[in-house]
């Protein structure tokens, strides 16, 4: 379902809803769903803004409030970013802190008569993210991690992506383009000549990103394009119809959404 185009302009990274534009959309729906991005603060390379993950959250949470009736909620913007630490700007909580806080949240909302929760997830090294909602939904709660890798996948052949989800890891093709298109004036000069690969990373939660990368980047920035950023996030807004059915037409019990836990893979 669309939503007015009032009501589209009107979000930028915090949404700017009144409490009666909240009531008045939840008495349209049956089962209201609420939308929580969650980025992080981290280096991106010399080029993209350390908040770029949550950009990127926020960019894909937008394009879900424009297509669905949900309540969009602002965004959690530190997470766990620890294999970052090794340069200057990041900041981290701990996993136990973010489960805290998403767990907080699902039940606040519970109470106030939000019955799902769906978590946009723009960094990949939010593992715990899988853990909340797999328990939320063996506890019978109606919860959701998104995208999943697999969504990822279809959204970079629809958008033309050429390189890789391995390969595009952190401030690569696809972040460098949801950004071009979303905040270009975020962008500072470099990203044309910043490539780096390094597909091998199987020891990246021992040594962190800095026994990979000198830059802090790996991945193909200069293949991105405001092009293929606008068209990931159509395809990402596309795939997430899947989920609001399966969210919203789920019995009472919650065992429907037992398998919408498991790898919410998102960019580094």
């Excluded at 797999?134 to 052949?157: K, V």
């Excluded at 990203?191 to 962190?208: I, K, N, P, Q």
């Excluded at 990368?213 to 920035?221: A, K, L, N």
Aim: a negative charge; glycine letters at 10%.
């Amino acid at each position: 379902m669309s939503v007015s185009g009032a009501r589209t302009a009107a979000y930028g990274v915090v949404p700017a809803d009144t409490t009666e534009e909240v009531r008045t959309r939840a008495a349209g729906v049956s089962t209201q769903v609420a939308v929580l991005p969650v980025g992080s603060f981290e280096q991106h390379g010399p080029f993209l803004p350390l908040a770029t993950d949550t950009l990127v959250a926020c960019a894909v949470a937008r394009e879900i409030a424009a297509a669905y009736p949900v309540h969009l909620l602002p965004p959690v913007t530190i997470s766990c970013s620890h294999e970052h630490a090794a340069w200057p700007g990041t900041v981290s909580i701990s996993s136990v802190t973010l489960h805290a806080v998403v767990s907080d949240i699902a039940q606040s909302l519970r109470r106030s008569g939000v019955d799902v929760l769906v978590v946009v997830n723009g960094h990949g090294g939010n593992y715990v993210l899988g853990n909340v909602v797999q328990e939320s939904s063996a506890r019978g709660e109606r919860m959701a991690l998104f995208p999943a890798a697999e969504d990822w996948e279809a959204a970079r052949q629809r958008a033309g992506v050429t390189t890789s989800l391995l390969t595009d890891m952190h401030a690569g093709e696809i972040e460098t383009s949801i950004l071009l298109h979303a905040h270009p004036e975020l962008l500072r000069p470099g990203y044309e000549t910043s490539d780096f690969v390094a597909d091998d990373r199987r020891h990246l939660l021992t040594l962190g990103m800095s026994g990979y990368t000198d830059s802090g980047v790996i991945g193909r920035p200069s293949l991105g394009s405001a092009e293929k950023g606008k068209e990931l996030l159509a395809a990402l807004a596309d795939s997430f119809g899947a989920y609001f059915s399966l969210l919203t037409s789920a019995d009472d019990s919650g065992t429907e959404t037992g398998d919408t836990g498991e790898a919410g893979s998102a960019r580094g």
